[in-house]
């Protein structure tokens, strides 16, 4: 299972291309640098020089590692806020975000009494599902690296249940009072395929970044939302890690193990 922001769970093929043109990644990231540095201290203004390598690179990036990637298992993060029940739902099949997923999610917090059936229709007619429905709904999001819990790009996430999908555009005060205390806040660990749309390619980015910081060159490792479609059924749940839990506050610093090196500054 690749870690795309980890050489060490890289494997042959794509360690074998990686060495390979390790002097290629170097020289364009180094030269990218110096183009930015240039740009930016440039008196008077001079507009962003083009990197001399970007075509060699963006080959390699885009017919040599992508194709690599499409047959590769990945390690992913889904940020989320579930009742104890749900992860048990989970783990035996993950699910794609959509109306009727959340209708169905929604029925069961009212036979649980959890929400009474006036305020789950609401959360259901304000879902903006039915507006993003192709934009946003029917995929599994994650993310390709570990964010900690309070990064504040999936706070929101975990604090209120049922996600973008259900508070989003929620205006009832007291219904989105009501999400909050709903379940427990988990950080949900899968193994997925990268082969759907764009998601090898998306990947790619980060794998050479972190190959290139792995060859010295000084740079940030990216990370990239990845939308899971029609691999979803062979997409398995390796851990849920719950708030209270002493991995939930470890993701992306111990947890995975060198997480904190590899993704830090």
């Known amino acids: 299972m690749l870690d795309s922001w980890n050489p060490e769970t890289f494997g042959t093929a794509i360690y074998s291309v990686l060495s390979e043109y390790s002097e290629l990644v170097s020289n364009y990231y180094e030269k990218d640098r110096r183009l930015m540095e240039e740009h930016l201290n440039s008196s008077p203004y001079q507009s962003l020089k083009p990197n001399r390598f970007y075509n060699a690179y963006a080959k390699l990036q885009e017919e040599i590692l992508a194709p690599i990637l499409s047959n590769t298992r990945v390690r992913v993060w889904h940020y989320t806020r579930l009742a104890d029940y749900e992860v048990d739902s989970m783990c035996q099949q993950p699910v794609l975000s959509s109306l009727k997923h959340l209708k169905d999610r929604l029925e069961k917090l009212v036979t649980n009494e959890l929400l009474t059936i006036e305020e789950s229709e609401m959360v259901y007619s304000e879902s903006p599902f039915h507006l993003q429905h192709e934009i946003r709904a029917n995929r599994l999001w994650t993310t390709n690296i570990p964010l900690p819990p309070s990064d504040s790009g999936v706070v929101p996430l975990l604090e209120s249940w049922g996600g973008e999908s259900a508070y989003f555009w929620l205006k009832n005060e007291s219904i989105s009072a009501k999400l909050k205390k709903i379940g427990t806040a988990r950080i949900v660990e899968l193994e997925a395929a990268l082969s759907d749309n764009l998601n090898a390619y998306r990947v790619s980015d980060t794998v050479l970044k972190a190959w290139a910081r792995n060859i010295g060159v000084p740079l940030q490792v990216s990370r990239c939302d990845l939308s899971i479609t029609n691999c979803i059924d062979t997409t ?13 506050e470890a993701v992306a610093t111990s947890y995975p193990q060198d997480a904190g090196s590899l993704l830090g500054e």
């Open 236 to 248: 398995k749940v390796v851990r849920v890690h719950t708030k209270g839990e002493s991995s939930f």
